[in-house]
């Protein structure tokens, strides 16, 4: 990102640890601005530092727009939409923002990280899968099915009904 142009503000370093693993500070990048990439861009292609690339912490990249609407351009720009901030005390440009922000989770003053569990959540584009998460996902990760099991001698029919054992494939 940054031989694409972003500019370090502050940079991840190793952290040594006596655990397995690889751990990194907490970094920070200052991006022109956020476009999405053309659907033809390839893993390791020459993008913009700003192309919405899924970039995962410890790691932020940030841009100054020059107004609200050029800010919702930026965030916009992308494939994935899985969550927007606004931070703002203007109750009219919240409503814009809740209107036009392409993202399944939209939060006014407060982060996008930690989501909550009482709501919906998911992404509208790559990041996301068009379900509700959290409480929700009982309603997509059950499987409702309705059975009954006969036990000793066979139901009565009702009345008007008829059956022939012949009817029943061994």
């Known amino acids: 990102l940054a031989r694409a142009g972003g500019e370090i503000v502050v940079p ?21 601005r956020f476009v999405q990439a053309p659907d033809t861009a390839s893993p ?18 940030v841009s100054i727009a020059k107004n609200f609407d050029d800010a919702l351009a930026q965030a916009n720009a992308t494939r994935f ?22 993202a399944g989770c939209i939060n006014i003053n407060c982060g996008t990280a930690g989501a909550s569990s009482k709501l919906p959540f998911g992404g509208l584009g790559l990041s ?28 009565a029919l009702a009345e008007g009904m008829r059956f022939d054992d012949d009817w029943l494939q061994d």
């Open 44 to 61: 390791g292609s020459m993008l913009s530092a700003g192309a919405d690339l899924e970039v995962f912490g410890p790691f932020l990249r």
């Open 128 to 155: 996301g899968n068009h379900r509700p998460a959290g409480a929700f996902s009982l309603d997509y990760c059950a499987i409702p099915i309705a059975g009954m099991t006969e036990q000793g001698q066979a139901a």
């Open 12 to 32: 991840c370093t190793p952290i040594e640890t006596p655990h397995a693993g690889w751990f990194l500070s907490p970094g920070v990048m200052r991006v022109d």
């Open 81 to 102: 939409g899985l969550a927007a901030s606004l931070f703002t005390r203007d109750p009219n440009t919240i409503e814009r923002f809740r209107r036009e922000a392409r």
